[in-house]
């Protein structure tokens, strides 16, 4: 099983300033990696996928980089409504092999 | 719209059952392959099981494996898991997930993530 580790576990960063999410595969999962967002009580939120291919609808500040191992996420000026954590995730398509990271809370500084 | 809504559940005793069902709505169910994907109080994200768009294909993860069964009634429109010989460690939110598609060229890609989310069902194994 691929084990994805995320880093750090908490970031505090203020309003407006930039914050960079790091997510580590135990093997390589070339690009097939995205990320998502996920707010209390709400349902995960897709963000980038393919490594750095923003969804549909998600603002130009979310940007995602990285192929085989090592990954990045990185807001570019946070909001208050980006408080919240993250996760990533690989997806190998043959045998399906789909694991999470253990999630990055951003919090307000 | 785009939607996907659970529903089926609830408290139930170790060693018990419960079928979980997703309806969707807004696109075509039958060309998309589907997931289920738990989160225990507090905990990460685990995915739990896949099928393809047709039914034909289905996989799960080792710590389900024998116990739930994954299957789909696209007339329906609708995702279903069986649960089987429950356990307090997967008392759970159970979310139903779509596996987002491209296309290029006429050719339909898989996005390799899940695009659609429904809004969760929590199942709570315990006597």
């Known amino acids: 099983e691929i084990v994805m580790t995320q880093s750090p576990a908490t970031l505090s960063v203020s309003p407006g300033e930039r914050a960079t999410l790091s997510c580590r595969a135990s093997q390589s999962v070339s690009s097939n990696l995205a990320w998502y967002q996920q707010k209390p009580g709400q349902a995960p939120r897709l963000l980038i996928y393919?490594?750095?291919t923003r969804a549909t609808g998600i603002p130009a500040r979310f940007s995602g980089s990285g192929s085989g191992t090592e990954f990045t996420l990185t807001i570019s000026s946070l909001q208050s409504e980006d408080f919240a954590v993250y996760y990533c995730?690989?997806?190998?398509?043959?045998?399906?092999?789909?694991?999470f990271g253990q999630g990055t809370r951003l919090e307000i500084k | 719209e785009v939607q996907l809504v659970e529903s089926g559940g609830g408290l139930v005793q170790p060693g018990g059952s419960l079928r979980l069902s997703c309806a969707a709505s807004?696109?075509?169910?039958?060309?998309?392959?589907m997931n289920w994907v738990r989160q225990a109080p507090g905990k990460g994200l685990e995915w739990v099981s896949y099928?393809?768009?047709?039914?034909?294909?289905?996989y799960y993860a080792d710590s389900v494996k024998g116990r739930f069964t994954i299957s789909r009634d696209n007339a329906k429109n609708s995702l279903y898991l069986q649960m089987n010989s429950l356990r307090a460690e997967d008392t759970a939110v159970y979310y139903c997930a779509r596996d987002g598609r491209l296309t290029a060229a006429g050719i339909v890609y898989s996005m390799q993530a899940f695009d659609i989310w429904g809004q969760g069902t929590m199942v709570t194994v315990s006597s």
């Open positions: 099928i393809s768009s047709s039914g034909s294909t289905i």
């Open positions: 393919g490594a750095s």
């Open positions: 807004g696109f075509t169910f039958s060309s998309y392959e």
């Open positions: 995730q690989q997806y190998n398509n043959w045998p399906p092999s789909i694991t």
